[in-house]
């Protein structure tokens, strides 16, 4: 199972990114449950952003409400992170997570993408 960030760049402070992260089993079919986004600035520890549930129902860091975006598309097994209003601050790696187990199975295991710099700056 692979997880692969995109999206990630340099923007000016008010801009907006919008970060995907796509989930492959090189042929196998898998099913996703919970999928998030993680950041991790120069020095501090990795934290959470956002998550979203099977269901849809979204979790939200409080330093991230109001201006983050996450969503997910099933059929792509693919979520996304849309950025807006950033802020200095939001630099950092963001990083995407994933529960996912083959689709036979009810083991689940967490995946982690390979990270997305998000630099925010004039």
């Known amino acids: 199972v692979q997880l692969q960030a995109s999206g990630g760049g340099l923007v000016r402070p008010g801009g907006s990114l919008r970060l995907s992260c796509v989930a492959s089993?090189?042929?196998?079919?898998?099913?996703?449950?919970?999928m998030g986004w993680y950041r991790q600035a120069p020095g501090n520890q990795r934290e959470l952003v956002a998550d979203?549930?099977?269901?849809?129902?979204?979790n939200y860091a409080d330093s991230w409400k109001g201006r983050f975006t996450i969503s997910r598309d099933d059929d792509k097994n693919t979520v996304y992170l849309q950025m807006n209003s950033l802020k200095p601050e939001d630099t950092a790696v963001y990083y995407c997570?994933?529960?996912?187990?083959?689709?036979?199975?009810?083991?689940?295991?967490?995946?982690w993408g390979q990270g997305t710099q998000v630099t925010v700056s004039s």
């Open positions: 997570n994933a529960e996912i187990a083959q689709r036979r199975s009810d083991i689940y295991t967490t995946y």
């Open positions: 979203v549930t099977t269901g849809g129902r979204t």
């Open positions: 089993a090189n042929g196998f079919s898998i099913k996703i449950s919970r």
